[in-house]
């Protein structure tokens, strides 16, 4: 599993960005995906994951805000994050997710990419 990780910077407070995550050494199509953040001196969190046919799930804080997508011919993953705010401000890590569906919503922390960074200013 190789994940690379792109998008991120210095964002004002209510502005958006989007995240992408290039994957490459497996099947990408056929497996989910989750997005994690950690802010320093924090721990990690699941921001929202993905499966394979595009149902998605969300962190109560980010719904409505936070959009995930894939493109499985590009082998690509997306988070569009609009109306940031302040305390979204972390190092986003893209990672398989071995489930997210039925109440139970996982990732595989050991697969994560570098991770990009997102501040947000107020």
């Known amino acids: 599993v190789h994940l690379v990780e792109s998008g991120g910077g210095l964002v004002q407070s209510g502005g958006s960005q989007r995240l992408s995550c290039a994957a490459s050494?497996?099947?990408?199509?056929?497996?989910?995906m989750a997005w994690v953040r950690q802010a320093p001196g924090q721990e990690v969190r699941l921001v929202s994951c993905?499966?394979?046919?595009?149902?998605?799930w969300y962190l109560e804080s980010v719904k409505g805000r936070f959009t995930i997508s894939r493109d499985n011919a590009m082998n690509t993953l997306y988070l569009q994050m609009d109306s940031l705010k302040t305390e979204d401000t972390a190092t986003y890590y893209c990672?398989?997710?071995?489930?997210?569906?039925?109440?139970?919503?996982?990732?595989?922390?050991?697969?994560r990419g570098q991770g990009t960074q997102v501040t947000v200013s107020p």
């Open positions: 050494g497996f099947t990408f199509s056929a497996s989910g």
């Open positions: 993905i499966t394979s046919d595009g149902s998605a």
């Open positions: 990672t398989t997710s071995p489930r997210c569906y039925l109440g139970q919503y996982l990732y595989d922390w050991k697969s």
